[in-house]
């Protein structure tokens, strides 16, 4: 059984995406299917009344599913208030059992999770997941997430403050048995502030000779899978506190334990499918840029990128370690965060996420700190009246 994912052509120009147009199998939706039955779970009142929402206080978790059997889930939707101005999204995690496990096969914030970087709310567009009106806060996925023995999905509260309202929609299609060749859906979050080269943070040459990266030894880390499976997509969200081009930087992916890697790019921009350093909002149903630094000066800020693999999955029989450089042979502080997507034969365990106050986003440099940086430059470089900027 595969799980059927509609598809759709979005049109994208520098302010919004504003034409869909869906393109779905439909004789596929005409077939009667057998031994399956439609289940829903959500946090309506019980009592009948209109207060549909849960509070979550601080320190908390919720568990939103928790069912035995086998299934699929189909969709997860989520609002939370406070909006992101008070109540961080990225101060919330979300975890998913299958099978009974007593470890999180995915594990995240929820913001960067379905597509919301940082402390932030924007519209995200893509086939498996999105953030929705009202100004991005319904968050939704419609990963297909197999399980067999068992599902549980729990919501942690980290902020400091209390959660006020936790909406939520789940549905999934309750089975008999599962299909054996449906795989565990995973996700795991991981979070870098990357360290410069010693000879400083010499992109495009400006400083000097440029060295080389072939074993992709010190790239910043995607995803590290043990197992059998295929790899789906990535958010990358990155913070670039030099105005220089952030993007040089190329994927390496190392297949079944390869010494070197057997996949290996040409640029950050390329492999999201775009082209010369971009910085326009476009939103694709399998990769673009919903979230971009346009008005900074060069490449000063936050952009999110996200690609996902649907039609083209990187399989692997053994492991894969899923890399990309910060800047040409690593040569870049920046700040990165990334959730990466899978599934795997088995469900196993992501590795523990950092915690909520070492991944607090790093602000956004601006003109003032580099109306600072000129002003120790000047001073450094004897402080003459008539110094311009680029003096040797």
């Known amino acids: 059984m595969k799980p059927m994912l509609a598809l759709w052509v979005i049109i994208a120009t520098s302010a919004s995406a504003f034409s869909q147009q869906p393109s779905v199998d439909f004789a596929s939706l005409a077939k009667i299917k057998t031994d399956v039955k439609s289940k829903h779970v959500s946090s309506h009142d019980s009592t009948g009344g209109n207060a549909d929402r849960w509070v979550v206080k601080k320190g908390e978790k919720a568990t939103i599913l928790d069912v035995k059997g086998a299934g699929i889930i189909n969709r997860i939707w989520i609002t939370i208030a406070p909006t992101h101005e008070t109540l961080s999204r990225n101060d919330i995690v979300i975890r998913m059992y299958w099978d009974g496990n007593s470890f999180p096969s995915v594990e995240a914030p929820v913001g960067p999770f379905f597509g919301q970087g940082w402390d932030e709310s924007y519209h995200f567009i893509s086939a498996p997941l999105a953030a929705a009106p009202r100004d991005g806060n319904a968050l939704v996925s419609y990963f297909a997430m197999p399980f067999a023995k068992g599902a549980r999905i729990e919501i942690e509260n ?103 890697p057997s996949m290996i790019g040409t640029g950050t921009e390329d492999f999201f499918n775009a082209s010369w350093s971009p910085k326009e909002i476009y939103m694709h149903p399998y990769f673009g840029y919903p979230r971009v630094n346009a008005g900074e000066t060069g490449w000063l800020g936050r952009t999110h990128c996200y690609r996902f693999f649907i039609t083209d999955p990187v399989y692997f029989d053994k492991s894969c370690m899923f890399t990309i450089e910060h800047g040409h042979n690593n040569c870049l502080t920046l700040e990165l965060s990334t959730v990466a997507y899978w599934y795997q034969s088995e469900a196993t365990r992501v590795p523990a996420i950092t915690g909520v106050n070492e991944r607090k986003p790093k602000p956004v440099i601006g003109v003032v700190e580099m109306h600072k940086w000129r002003d120790a430059w000047r001073k450094a470089n004897g402080n003459s009246p008539t110094l311009w900027g680029n003096e040797k």
């Open 158 to 260: 980290q902020a400091g403050i209390d959660m006020g309202a936790l909406y939520f929609n789940i549905d999934y299609t309750e089975m008999k048995q599962l299909p054996p060749d449906l795989g565990r859906f995973h996700a795991w979050y991981n979070y870098k502030v990357t360290n410069a080269n010693p000879d400083g943070e010499n992109e495009w040459g400006v400083l000097g000779e440029q060295g080389k990266n072939n074993d992709g030894k010190n790239n910043y880390l995607i995803a590290d899978i043990k197992g059998k499976g295929q790899f789906v997509g990535v958010n990358y969200y990155v913070n670039s506190p030099t105005p220089m081009w952030y993007g040089e930087g190329d994927e390496m992916v190392f297949i079944d334990g390869e010494q070197m």
